[in-house]
């Protein structure tokens, strides 16, 4: 009754994983403030994003430049390659083999809306796209090993619904019967199933406008609701959030000013919510996940990847280890290439290796980055292992 129906055929890890984000520890504080001081040593600390999520997005946006980022392209090829670069072609016949250079890195092809081809070459990449997603793109040619495309194929996405709903009042907080005025969840067991009442904003004055997030299932639940048309959908709620609250379906109606339904099974982008691996899953493909392909050239990030599935907080983990597993990647091709005369490069990947940590810090919770390249530790096998890749039969 208090969580998705079916969940239970899920693996029993992602269970603990997901327990331990809501309850340890226990009644977490609260707050919107970037440096707050008052809060309670050992707690967990959530935080409120004013304007909502995608503000983060939004800024990296800025802080990147608009003009380096290609929208409304989707990606259909990639690939790993070796390629011959001269770097003098007026040298002719007369060229030395120093002039000529094999390159490896990777190359992506793409489309767009017109469906033009756009090739693009990289020496690295990372990949954020939800395996779903990547399952679709052909990576017959990156150079992967099997249990990376088995990981792709297998790996399950929640399913999940959301319906927001703007209200001419926010009668859940005003209504003198109900007065839900500090936030929290309704639970149901109508197709609806989980109501969550806004904990922000709780100093609003009385008969202002608000959104509720009126649906938020999962599981079975999601899958026989999302499917629907939205109106259908929304006057399901609308129904529900009736009955769960003593109130007439159509004084609800009146007060609605407009709403949003999503369904991320039925998100081209998304092609599911988060991930929620099934049982084994974490003790077979989930650390192989993690490891580098095509001898070091492309990392897999994404929340799915991170031991914070399902929260931002997952991405931005998996996106600081990605770029930290580049560095070391880079630092063990150099210190296995033996020439004295990469001393330089060595230094200067340190370097960024330090920047990294200086500026973002460290998760108690994962692989601290290290200060020195030999390979000690399961995640620095996993990129020792990914770096040699063919040569290894892997």
């Known amino acids: 009754m208090f969580s998705s129906t079916g969940s239970y055929d899920g693996s029993f890890v992602n269970a603990v994983i997901h327990s331990l ?5 226990a009644f977490p504080d609260l707050t919107s403030d970037p440096v707050p001081d008052s809060v309670s040593a050992g707690k967990n600390l959530w935080r409120c994003v004013n304007g909502g999520a995608d503000i983060i997005t939004q800024r990296m946006v800025a802080k ?9 392209h989707r990606v259909t090829h990639i690939g790993h390659f070796k390629r011959l670069q001269i770097r003098d072609k007026s040298l002719g016949e007369g060229m030395r083999i120093g002039d000529i250079r094999v390159d490896d890195g990777i190359k992506i092809e793409a489309e767009t809306n017109g469906d033009v081809k756009v090739v693009k070459w990289y020496t690295h990449v990372i990949t954020t796209t939800t395996l779903g997603c990547l399952q679709a793109i052909d990576t017959r040619y990156a150079s992967l090993d099997n249990s990376h495309r088995e990981a792709f194929r297998t790996l399950g996405y929640a399913q999940a619904v959301k319906v927001g709903i703007k209200f001419k009042q926010r009668w859940w ?15 149901t067991d109508r197709p609806t199933r989980v109501v969550v009442y806004p904990s922000y904003a709780l100093d609003t004055p009385a008969g202002s406008p608000g959104v509720l997030l009126a649906c938020y299932n ?12 939205k109106e259908l959908v929304y006057s399901q709620v609308i129904a529900d959030l009736a009955a769960m609250h003593g109130l007439a379906e159509q004084t609800l109606r009146s007060l609605t000013l407009n709403y949003h339904v999503h369904n991320w099974y039925g998100d081209a982008l998304a092609r599911g919510a988060w991930g929620a691996f099934g049982p084994g899953y974490y003790a077979s493909l989930f650390g192989r996940l993690q490891r580098p392909q095509a001898k070091g050239h492309l990392f897999f990030a994404g929340e799915a990847t991170s031991i914070y599935p399902g929260w931002i907080a997952g991405s931005l983990n998996s996106a600081y280890r990605s770029v930290r597993q580049m560095l ?18 060595i230094t200067y990947l340190n ?6 940590w200086r500026q973002w810090g460290t998760n108690k919770y994962e692989p601290a980055a290290p200060e020195t390249p030999f390979i000690q530790g399961t995640e620095r096998w996993q990129l020792f292992l990914g770096i040699i890749g063919e040569d290894a039969g892997l």
Not at 218 to 229: K, T
């Open 328 to 345: 070391i990647s880079e630092l063990y091709k150099l210190h296995l290439s033996r020439d004295k005369g990469n001393l330089t490069q």
């Open 351 to 356: 370097r960024l290796l330090q920047i990294l």
């Open 64 to 72: 990147i430049g608009q003009s380096k980022i290609l929208h409304n």
């Open 21 to 25: 984000e809501f309850d340890w520890p």
């Open 173 to 187: 907080a005003d209504d003198a019967n109900l007065r839900i005025d500090k936030g929290g969840q309704g639970k």
């Open 218 to 229: 999962s599981g079975n639940d999601a899958a026989r609701l999302g499917p629907i048309d």
